[in-house]
Every structure is written in structure tokens, then in C-alpha cells.
């Protein structure tokens, strides 16, 4: 054979060695680090045939299992189960044959095996897809707080309802109540048929059980949102001592509808004017707070303030698990700004977002992300991951978070929360928000404690006729059973 046909064979031979290799190294990277992201795509026809074969690890909270997978009679498939799942499926969600939600959609491949934190580092495990037992996800929900966050809830007959408790070193969610509520077990069942008349059915009911009250709504905060305004005026410069403009009413500059405090005001502290911004606070005094978000310290004083406080974004509890964004209204109409400024108008918020406005004045200043899985256990029991206490934001200086916990505790001691006096509550503020056209309104209410050494940040909204004060009983409630 002739040296030019011997150099061409050996460049063939070089090259289809040179593309075998490649093509055994693409098989060994797709198989072994794509497989999930090739078994999660929508293109993958069995993503969904698999999904009960698998037995998925627990979710569970002071020790006690929320969510476990039973093998059925036919020794091939699992069933999911949930336990008081109308008091805990904000926290747990569901695993349907379509999707998951909540813990078991945030958690999904750890309860299901093929978290990356759980497989073996063996090449050749992962090329034969060798199975890993599915893992423990350990909440930090409070069982005792929880179950009692919902009893209260339910028991007031409102129309919607939520409590969220957190605790305010840590961000660690202590409580995540809402009502109406639904039981996973209806929509986590084997058949597909089964489970779409089951969604079919709670998604017709007008105030949508699916949707969890306490972190994928927003409602108007009322009164709870001057928290935010009052901080806003002593980051502008003003203490807790200083006089603020108050009086029976507010007529915005430009026009529009004045702006009035309560009728039950009427001769009270509210008529005076000025008086000291922790009366103004106590008292809830709209004109004070009116004036404040309409001219000083204005719209875009408030809104970076409450941008700091978390409004604005969606809050990641976990990864793949987050709440509604809360707002408040970026307007150059003083008097959209001043009614905003008052928790009416276009400012919404989640309780969780205010739960965290409570949680921040409370730890010196600092808000803590939020969480909910504490701790990810192998099936062993072996700790492989654990939260990670992070600072989410820092609104307020130590020294404006100190005069800040003095207005919430003036709300209790003297103020619109004083029924609260010999309670478990320390500090807080009520809120009542009038919704458009209803014979309800929105009944908040903020704060923190136990007495005398607070740590817990609690928001409680109640959609019901009355006041905000009204909801104050069941944040005392929540407190008492963390221990307060």
C-alpha cells in the first residue's frame, strides 16, 4: 500500500476515533449530568407516567409527618397522603399527577431521590440510574401555633383569613395559616380523571381554597401600613417626640376627596394638631399619615422606604417557592399618594410581606429572609443540607427600629390595640381597610411578643365587617401557643 493511502486510512481512523470519544463523552454527560433536566422538560412524554412509582420522602414538623407515600395494593405504585391537610396545605401544597405545589414542589428531586445532595458520586451509579431512597424535609412550622392560627381563623366566619408568625432573629416561618383551605388528598390521587374533577371543582368556588391567603394574595393593609410611613418620617428626620401635623381632616393639594380620620376619633387626639408622632401612631391618626405620603415626606420618600421593606418584589421563601409581590403606588397626584399612604387606594400587600414589616422593627432593624425548610435529611437520617439564616433587607438603623418598637408598644399601652393590655402581645398596630363596594373590610393586625422579651413577628388579617382590632385576639392566640 502505497505511503499517501496509509496517511489517508490513519487520518480516517484518527477521526472516527476522535468523534467516537466525542459522541461517548456527550452520552456520559446527557446520561449522567442532564438526566434531570431532561426527565423534568415538558417534551418528555414519561415525566408524568413515573411520578406515583416513585416513594417520595416526608415532609414533616415537630416530628410529626404532614406528608408521606404509601405502596398500594398493586405493589408498584405509591399514594400520597396528607395529614389535617386543611391546616397544613399551605405549608406542604400537593403532589397531583399533573404538579406540585408548596414543599413538595420547592423540594420536588429531594423528595423524589434525585437531588443532587443525595446521589452517590459514583459515575457508574449515575450512568445505570441507580435509585436513591427519597429524602426528609423537616419545616419549621410550629405545629401547636399552627393548628391554633387556624382554629382562630376559622372560628371568626370571615370570608378569607390568613396568620403568618415568624420568628424575627432567624426568618424561620413559625405559622402559615389561611382559610379558606382544601385537603391535598382530594387532588393528590392516582387518577388523572380523579384529580381534574377535583381541581375542577375547588377552582368554581368563588374565594379559591387552592390559593394560600397568607403569601399568594394581596389585600389593602389599612392602618398597618403607616408602620412603613412612620419610619419613612424618621428616616427624614423626625423622632418618635417630634410634633406631626394631625387634625380632623386632609384635603390634598390638587383636589380629590378628603381625607378623614375614624368617626370614633371624633374630640379624641386625632382633632389636635400637632401633636407627637407616637400619638399620631398610637391613635392611627389618617390625616397625620395622609399628609406625610401626599406632600412631606412624599411619594417617593414612602416608596423607597417600603421598597426597603420588600414591596415591590416577589419574597422567596424557597427556591421555586414564593409570595405575591406586594406595592404602593409610584404617583405624582398627592392625593393617590396620601390615600396609599393610609393602606387604601392602590397599596397591597400579602401578610407575610407585613408580617416581615412587624419582624424588621422588631430585630434592631433587620429582616431576616424567610424560610420554611429547616432541615434535608437522608433516608439514613443523615443531615445533608440545612437553612441558611440570611439578611433579606435592612430598613431601618437600630436607632430608628428602638423608636419604632416604642410606637408599636404606644398601640397597646395607650392606643387602638389597648384591649390588648395583659396579653402575650408586646407592640403592634392595628389596621382596618375598607374594600370597594362590600359590606366587609380587611381587619389587620401586626406585631410582636412575647412579654417582655418579644421574638416573634405576627400578621393576622380577617375579611369581615369590624375593625383591625379584631384580628389582635388571634395574633395573642398564635404567641401563646409558641410559648409566649
Known sequence: MRPGIDRALGATWVVALVMT?????????????????????????????????????????DGQRLAWSELTSDDKTYQRHYADSKIFSP???????????????AENHFLDGSDARLATTNLVDKLIGKKIPGGTVETTINVKA???????????????????????????????ASTPSYDANDVS??????????????NSEPLKPLLDKATGEVYPPGSTFKTIVASTALNAGKSEDSQVR???????????????NDAGDIGGECDENPIPLIDAYAQSCNTTFAYMGGQSPGNAAVRAQARKFGFGDRIEIE??????????????????????????????????????????VLNDGKIMKPYLADKLRASSGTVVDRAHQDVLARPLTSDQAGQMRDLMEAVVKKGTGKTLQGTSVLGGKTGT?????????????????????????VAVMTEKSGYGIESGPIAAKIIDALGG
Open 146 to 176: 399552627q393548628r391554633a392560627a387556624y382554629e382562630a381563623l376559622q372560628a371568626t366566619g370571615a370570608r378569607r383569613a390568613a396568620a403568618v408568625a415568624i420568628d424575627a432573629g432567624t426568618g424561620a416561618i413559625l405559622v402559615m
Open 433 to 457: 381597610a375598607d374594600v370597594a363596594n362590600a359590606s366587609y373590610n380587611d381587619r389587620w393586625f401586626i406585631g410582636f411578643g412575647p412579654r417582655p422579651d418579644a421574638k416573634y413577628a
Open 246 to 260: 394631625a387634625g380632623r381632616s386632609y384635603q390634598a393639594p390638587g383636589g380629590g376627596q378628603p381625607i378623614n
Open 319 to 360: 427556591d421555586g417557592m414564593s409570595a405575591a409581590p406586594s406595592s404602593f403606588p409610584q404617583t405624582d397626584q398627592p392625593v393617590l399618594s396620601a390615600l396609599g399612604s393610609i393602606g387604601q387606594g392602590s397599596t397591597v400587600a400579602t401578610p407575610l410581606q407585613m408580617a416581615l414589616v412587624a419582624a424588621g
Open 189 to 202: 390521587v392516582l387518577s388523572g380523571d380523579k384529580a381534574q374533577a377535583a381541581f375542577k371543582e375547588l
Open 21 to 61: 470519544v466525542a459522541l461517548l463523552a456527550n452520552v456520559t454527560y446527557v446520561q449522567g449530568f442532564q438526566a434531570q433536566d431532561l426527565r423534568d422538560s415538558s417534551l418528555n412524554a414519561r415525566r408524568l407516567l413515573d411520578r406515583n412509582k416513585v416513594e417520595r420522602g416526608t415532609i414533616v414538623a
Open 91 to 105: 405549608v406542604t401544597g400537593y403532589f397531583s399527577p399533573f404538579t406540585q405545589t408548596g414543599l413538595e414542589g
